[in-house]
């Protein structure tokens, strides 16, 4: 388009220049005939150099932006707020986020094969609806070959932590389910990630979860007496929640992981202080109901990973 741009316009220039040309020669030596120098001359070649310089403008400006409209159209990008839900009803967990979407049909297509269904609504409400992506991504999961290449994959985009997240948080679930005594009944039965995705035996296990099951913090080195088995286990295991915390949680961590600001602020409150920490740590009413507690403790932020992560495996479908 720019090179047949610049070919009519340089034909325009010259036709102009020509006209110019024959302006200066007529007045030169037609001077003495009074028809040519006031009537033929002016009507003829000065709209001939007026039109000329128009026509360069036409084909600078409105032909060129025709020509490329297609293209523009194309390659138009809008950000548009989303609202992604999970679980069997929306109103058990959802996270809004900014999303940057085609402006076109196709490009409508591409959003939506990465695995979530849009409902035309004003607030373009996003729901998690493909079961049977899930399904094959648990099972790519569960494969010691797939989940190390998954794992290579996440590498690529610089999100290894959101799949850490998952693997150390199941770990911490699956840890509370051996080894507490009560039945922590789920209070939405299948919805929970931990009885869903059944990692690799070969993966390596969580130093937070699983190394030295009852040691105290350095700053307390003592272990605890005069108090029975639940008290310690709910001790260890809220030790171990609070490590998940400033691992992957807390602001500034390590792993930071990119979760909702509500989420993020219930967990803050409750493991985000010093004060409040010792005193979740020597609460000792109720181990039953605390231990469903701490069960479900990380259910929404793993979810919200977890729709980061099928989003990843999505991309991860479409590599060599």
């Given at each position: 388009f720019i090179i047949k741009e610049l070919k009519y316009i340089f034909i325009a220039l010259s036709i102009d220049n020509i006209a110019n040309i024959l302006v200066f020669l007529g007045s030169t030596f037609?001077?003495?005939?009074?028809?040519f120098y006031?009537?033929?001359?002016?009507c003829f070649a000065y709209n001939v150099i007026w039109?000329?310089?128009?026509?360069a403008c036409l084909i600078s400006t409105k032909w060129v932006n025709k020509k490329v409209h297609s293209i523009v159209q194309y390659n138009q990008y809008s950000v548009v707020r989303k609202k992604l839900s999970y679980g069997i009803d929306e109103s058990i967990s959802s996270v809004q986020f900014l999303q940057i979407n085609r402006s076109n049909?196709?490009?409508?297509k591409q959003v939506n094969d990465s695995?979530?269904?849009s409902k035309s609504t004003s607030g373009s409400v996003s729901v998690y609806t493909s079961n049977k992506n899930k399904e094959l991504f648990y099972k790519l999961l569960s494969k010691q070959q797939g989940f190390h290449a998954f794992m290579l994959h996440l590498s690529k985009e610089f999100s290894m932590e959101t799949l850490l997240f998952l693997i150390e948080v199941i770990q911490y679930q699956n840890y509370i389910k051996s080894h507490c005594k009560y039945d922590l009944f789920s209070d939405r039965p299948g919805t929970s990630l931990y009885e869903k995705i059944v990692f690799p035996q070969e993966i390596p296990k969580s130093d937070i979860v699983y190394a030295d099951d009852f040691k105290i913090n350095e700053q307390n080195p003592?272990?605890?007496?005069?108090?029975n088995d639940d008290n310690i286990l709910l001790y260890s295991l809220k030790v171990k929640a609070i490590q998940i915390y400033r691992k992957y949680i807390k602001p500034q961590s390590e792993l930071e992981i990119n979760i909702s600001y509500h989420g993020r602020r219930i967990l803050n409150k409750l493991m985000g202080h010093e004060e409040i920490i010792q005193a979740w740590l020597q609460n000792k009413t109720n181990p039953p109901f605390q231990f469903k507690e701490l069960l479900d403790l990380y259910d929404?932020?793993?979810?919200?990973i977890f729709a980061l992560v099928i989003d990843s495996f999505n991309r991860f479908k479409h590599t060599n």
């Open positions: 037609l001077w003495q005939y009074t028809l006031h009537i033929i001359i002016p039109g000329c310089q128009f026509i049909n196709n490009g409508a695995g979530f269904s003592d272990p605890i007496r005069d108090i929404e932020a793993c979810n919200q």
